[in-house]
């Protein structure tokens, strides 16, 4: 069965403390990983997109990694406005989406 | 562009009342996604439209529930009758292709008492 877990669920951090959020999956005949962030109220906004094992992607303080069997969300010096939930999900061989449950950030300032 | 557009943002009803839920996709995108997302269970997907016309929705928890797309610029998502386990926020996505990152509106917040 697909499956995406995300630890932590929930993530404390002080401003310019840096730290990394974890993405772990199973898939049947992976078709990209994708990170999405999550104010509340809100639809998650996509941040980025991993297709092979080995690539990596930026975008200011948020540095995207994939490998095999899991992703990372590095946070480079954080603010107070990171605070979010961060959101993964994998598509699997038939085109499905497969959402993970996120990691709640809170960076305190 | 104004993203994807959703409404109402919040709708509270009674059980057993018919809840329509609608959806106006980025211009130019083909593809359309329905989703809830509650505590329990995150964010899953009801079904998924190409090009106005149903391809899955084997994610549509009951009869319950109906989905439409008559244009390509409008689809709706019912529930009738509604029950309070369908409680959740209801969010529509939309893609050039399927393969694309989809785009999510901001969500409806359906509340059945």
């Known amino acids: 069965e697909d499956q995406v877990t995300q630890s932590p669920e929930a993530l404390r951090l002080q401003e310019g403390e840096s730290s990394s959020l974890n993405c772990s999956y199973t898939v049947s005949g992976l078709r990209g990983l994708f990170w999405y962030r999550q104010d509340p109220g809100k639809g998650p906004e996509f941040l980025f997109t991993l297709y092979s094992a080995g690539e990596e992607k930026e975008k200011e303080r948020l540095k995207a990694t994939l490998t095999k069997k899991e992703s990372f969300l590095h946070i480079t010096a954080p603010k107070p406005e990171d605070s979010a939930t961060y959101l993964c999900?994998?598509?699997?061989?038939?085109?499905?989406?497969?959402f993970g449950q996120g990691t709640e950030l809170s960076v305190k300032p | 562009d104004a993203g994807v557009i959703q409404s109402p943002r919040h709708e509270v009803t009674e059980m057993g009342q018919e809840v329509t839920l609608r959806c106006k996709p980025i211009?130019?995108?083909?593809?359309l996604f329905w989703y809830r997302q509650t505590m329990m269970r995150g964010l899953e997907l009801l079904i998924y439209?190409?090009?106005?016309?149903?391809?899955?929705d084997s994610g549509m928890p009951e009869d319950r529930f109906s989905a439409k797309m008559p244009n390509a610029s409008f689809s709706t998502l019912k529930i009738q009758p509604s029950e309070p386990r369908d409680s959740a926020v209801y969010f529509c996505?939309?893609?050039?292709?399927?393969?694309?990152?989809?785009?999510f509106g901001p969500g409806t917040r359906l509340t059945v008492t």
């Open positions: 211009s130019g995108h083909d593809y």
């Open positions: 999900a994998v598509r699997n061989q038939g085109g499905k989406l497969i």
């Open positions: 439209f190409n090009n106005n016309v149903p391809i899955d």
């Open positions: 996505a939309s893609s050039w292709t399927h393969a694309a990152e989809q785009y």
